[in-house]
């Protein structure tokens, strides 16, 4: 084998010139067995056929053909069954050729002079495409055991899943990596399979064998190749292997392979939302459908992580109209192009593309009153919690005066439903973003009341909350992400803080069954599962990315942000929750609030924020919304003197 290695190096490729020369050799070797094979191998008969004036026509013919499908142009070393098919249509199809020329030849000559016997043509067929088969194939595996790497070095490999795509999963690796690993064993959790046997390698079962197995060969790596492996059974696969230190990579869906066929480079490593992600939510198509079919709609903050996502969901259910309002022309010329791309019909039928404040009462009032939208989803906002502890007037003049300014429109031009976004961070809301949250909650809230009370309107107002979107703008875990690539260290705020997380197309889901749901007034509370720890968050991902803690990366604490809690929450003290029919959509019993005395509050507030004093908003917004409590924030001293106010209402209310 040392002797094959020398003159077979790792790097050489058989040039595309020997490829067709080899080729056309076993065209005319095929053609001239099938003759004898034909004539029963007696020369005298074969020749007497005229075997020397028909195989060039073959050869030539055949030659075509091959150019045609280019069967030369694939590595011979890399073959795989695409190439075996490129050979069976180079193949069929110039036996189909050489058939026709045999009709023409006989309609010329008679039918009695036959150019060539169609017994000939039939095992000329098969050998042909048996015998340059065979000739990749054999070169492919001859190359491999040339440069298989010696099995006492070679790194061991599991793969997680004993179907079809789990052995062309392990074809693909021995292929690529030319025996730098060896595939030790085949997990499965369907019991039928155990200790039976994929191209020689061992099934065992995933859930009784799995630790014992790995421990006994070493596996350094395992691969997932299930297709149909649920969300909550891949964690505990990936959980199980980051405690026994093995590293997981993941085969996509068949859809996603080139061509059918699996890549190497589309084995790619498990990415920590495989962590966090939940099971498929069962969405009610047919009954969002039925509400957003044939409707205009108009999504603020449409190019933001929310509400693009809003948008990509939307135009599945084909409304009449999709209007797109945004602040920002960067973020609205990429979603733009996104859609021109992926939904081209979609993009030049029904979308329209708004460059807009939502604070700006012209500017809203002129798309308002030009489209007359039956549906609005109201996504826009200031969400950066310090950025906006720093700029509570900017937060204020946004998520308090924007809201009102479309909760408004949409009551004046007749719109069906106004579906808010809000979030967990106003319940008990500790910093400016929760609390001017809240109050855009309660305004919104207010305003359905005085609506169902005196009908001064149709629109019904819904409010959704939930907590952290993966992936989305300032997300802890992009963050995480890029402090790994730039080599650490991975900053965290505080060791015990915890998270709610769910991913941005779940949320955008929640959101539209909640809105299809909502009868007006509802604040939706979404099931956002267990609270991760953060400081968990960060040490899976560098194991995820192959590194050592305290080796390769350090993990720093800074502090906790300005307004920033520890734990999140989803519901206040004082409110409950009521089941819908949707198990991870409950509706949050609060207070209610009358829209005259709401009303005249926020524009109190408004006003000022148009004198930019942060101090004498931020007291305002704690009067409005007395669980207001900062923490970790310059606005602390305000709950004192808030106190003092309230104890002196106290004492001379005694008095009196």
């Known amino acids: 084998m040392e002797f094959l290695r020398s003159y077979f190096p790792q790097t050489s490729k058989i040039p595309r010139w020997v490829v067709l020369s080899i080729d056309i050799l076993i065209c005319a070797f095929s053609f001239v067995f099938a003759t004898l094979l034909r004539f029963n191998f007696f020369i005298d008969e074969a020749v007497h056929f005229e ?48 058939g026709l020329i045999n009709i023409v030849y006989t309609k010329m000559h008679g039918d009695e002079q036959v150019f060539i016997p169609i017994s000939i043509i039939i095992i000329d067929y098969f050998g042909c495409t048996f015998l340059m088969s065979a000739f990749r194939f054999a070169t492919k595996v001859l190359y491999m055991q040339i440069n298989r790497t010696d099995s006492s070095e070679a790194i061991p490999f599991a793969i997680f899943g004993a179907g079809e795509a789990g052995l062309i999963t392990k074809r693909k690796l021995e292929q690529h990596r030319n025996g730098e690993i060896k595939v030790v064993a085949f997990f499965d959790d369907d019991n039928r399979k155990s200790k039976n046997y994929v191209d020689g390698i061992t099934i ?141 019909i979609a993009h030049s039928t029904f979308v329209e593309i ?28 200031y969400k950066h919690v310090p950025l906006m502890e720093d700029n509570p007037c900017e937060a204020v003049r946004v998520n308090v005066g924007g809201t009102k300014v479309i909760a408004n429109m949409a009551m004046m031009h007749g719109t069906d439903k106004f579906v808010m976004v809000s979030t967990d961070k106003a319940v008990n809301p500790t910093n400016v973003m929760g609390a001017s949250k809240r109050i855009a909650e309660i305004y919104v809230q207010s305003l359905n009341n005085k609506i169902a009370s005196d009908g001064s309107g149709k629109t019904k107002f819904i409010t959704t909350r939930f907590g952290n979107v993966l992936g989305s703008s300032g997300s802890v875990i992009p963050r995480f992400r890029k402090q790994i690539e730039d080599g650490g260290p991975i900053t965290v705020t505080h060791p015990d803080i915890t998270r709610y997380f769910m991913t941005i197309p779940e949320a955008c889901q929640l959101v539209l069954e909640a809105g299809n749901m909502g009868k007006g007034g509802e604040i939706y509370i979404f099931d956002m599962g267990k609270s991760t720890k953060i400081i968990d968050l960060a040490k899976k991902m560098i194991q995820l990315s192959g590194l050592t803690l305290g080796q390769d990366i350090q993990i720093v604490f800074t502090g906790l942000r300005p307004g920033e809690k520890i734990e999140e929450e989803l519901l206040a003290d004082q409110e409950n929750t009521l089941p819908t029919y949707h198990p991870k959509i409950m509706i949050g019993q609060v207070r209610t609030y009358d829209f005259s005395i709401v009303s005249h509050k926020i524009d109190t507030l408004l006003n000022i924020t148009q004198e930019q004093n942060d101090l004498d908003v931020v007291l305002t917004m704690k009067k409005i919304v007395p669980e207001y409590v900062s923490k970790n924030s310059i606005y602390e001293s305000l709950d004192k003197v808030q106190k003092v106010s309230s104890l002196d209402i106290i004492k001379q209310g005694v008095m009196n």
């Open 51 to 98: 075997i020397f004036y028909a195989l060039p026509i073959v050869v030539i013919v055949r030659f075509a053909f091959m150019i045609y499908f280019r069967i030369y142009a694939g590595i011979i070393r890399h073959t795989s069954l695409q190439d075996a098919i490129r050979v069976l249509y180079t193949i069929t199809f110039s036996t189909f050729f050489i």
């Open 204 to 344: 065992y079962n995933g859930v009784k064998d799995f630790e014992n197995i790995i421990r006994k060969f070493n596996v350094k790596e395992l691969i997932i190749s299930v297709q149909n492996l649920s969300k909550s059974r891949k964690q505990e696969i990936i959980e199980l292997c980051l405690a026994l230190n093995v590293k997981v990579r993941n085969v996509p869906p068949v859809e996603r392979w080139i061509n059918g066929e699996l890549s190497y480079n589309q084995i790619k490593n498990v990415r920590i939302e495989d962590l966090i992600e939940r099971d498929t939510i069962v969405l009610d198509k047919v009954a969002v459908a039925n509400q957003i079919k044939g409707k205009t709609v108009i999504v603020t903050g449409a190019a933001g992580s929310i509400g693009s996502e809003i948008v990509k969901q939307l135009i599945e259910f084909n409304p009449s109209k999709l209007i797109l309002v945004d602040k920002s022309e960067v973020r609205l010329y990429e979603l733009d192009a996104y859609l021109n791309e992926n939904h081209k």
């Open 354 to 381: 708004i460059v807009g404040d939502i604070c700006d009462i012209n500017r809203m009032n002129k798309v308002f009153s030009t489209y007359k939208p039956n549906i609005v989803y109201h996504a826009a906002a």
